[in-house]
């Protein structure tokens, strides 16, 4: 069966890091991504990464302190979290799709993890 499970969330205080792991089993998927949804909002796209060519895209909001890479032999995709904020706080998804192209919308992810609660104080 196909799975996507992520971990690594946690509380840490603004400016502080964290690094969350995705790994997918049951098959391999072209792309994977990140999204996160915080209380009473809607989900919203961090970031997604091509897993043949390593291209990546981020959402403005992160860009410059996420990184997201991948481990192809392990079928996990990693998203290194820098000068956290408070914004930042929310349940973090890792997402999977079978398309090579890089989509922003949700809609277009099959696969989803149960999500990682990322808690950053001020």
């Known amino acids: 069966q196909v799975q996507v499970g992520e971990s690594g969330g946690g509380l840490v205080q603004a400016g502080g890091s964290l690094r969350l792991s995705c790994a997918a089993s049951g098959r391999s998927f072209s792309v994977m991504g990140w999204f996160r949804q915080a209380p009473g909002k809607e989900r919203e796209f961090v970031a997604a990464?091509?897993?043949?060519?390593?291209?990546?895209h981020y959402a403005d909001s992160v860009k410059g302190r996420f990184t997201i890479s991948r481990d192809n032999a392990k079928n996990t995709v990693t998203l290194q979290m820098n000068s956290l904020k408070p914004d930042d706080t929310a349940i973090y998804l890792c997402?999977?799709?079978?398309?090579?192209?890089?989509?922003?919308?949700?809609?277009?992810?099959?696969?989803w993890g149960q999500g990682t609660q990322v808690t950053v104080s001020s």
């Open positions: 990464i091509n897993c043949y060519d390593g291209n990546t």
């Open positions: 997402a999977a799709r079978i398309s090579f192209a890089i989509s922003t919308r949700t809609s277009e992810y099959a696969y």
